[in-house]
């Protein structure tokens, strides 16, 4: 049998006009096509406890606070299940091993891997039992579900580093560089500009004065009038923009 979906605030703003007009729990059943006993249950657990009055929208706030607070509860709820996650965490399991193996260990049981990690990183009863340190990389704060997210390229006409010339790579050509910066302190604007030869090793530093693409360009120009560059290899910061300008 499929499960209603939840209260709406509008359905508890006509349940509210209803009640005033003296109608019984059984006849606003009818007449919203819901069990009576659901709408008895919602105006009593959701009404101010001190008026005893029914706010359709203080209903439908405190629903969706209940309603959250049983999200945090319920997925380790089985004492069973409470255990043997917690075991095998402290054992090393990742949960997604903890949710393989659960179903074979505790016949007629499951639990999700998401259902875990959520566990681990909402749980308030025990605050101070930091259970993402059992984790592998004992991160405090959960990554989003599929990782970062990629970026394409703002780097107009870029060249890809695949499809630079081989001998670049073998370092065996004089007059091929690398260039990047080197960030102190977010807050800092002066950067550390690095290019290096990458046959010799040697290694070229300026101290550029903010994180634009105009300074950038003029530094990598000046280092080529020294040294000739034959390539120069960047990532995509957005402070190679210019880099047709070299």
Known sequence: MRKKPKLTLMEREK???WLHEA????EIGVLLGR?????SRDVKRNR????GEYVPCVAQAKAKRLEKLQREKAPL???EIYLYVRRKLRMGWSPEVIAGCLSTDLPGNRIADETIYRYIYTTKKHPKEKLYDHLVLHRKKRMKKHGRKVINSRIPGRIGIADRPQVVALREEFGHGETDLMEGIRSDKP?????VERKTRFVQLQLLQQKTA???TQAVSKNHQL????TMTTDNGSENVKHPFL
Request: glycine letters at 4%; one cysteine or more.
């Open 35 to 39: 069990s009576h006993s659901s709408i």
């Open 227 to 230: 040294l000739s560059f034959k």
């Open 191 to 195: 950067v550390a500009h690095v290019t």
């Open 23 to 26: 109608k019984s729990f059984r």
């Open 214 to 216: 105009q300074l950038k």
């Open 15 to 17: 349940i509210f006009g």
């Open 48 to 51: 101010n406890q001190n008026s």
């Open 77 to 79: 709820k089985c004492p």
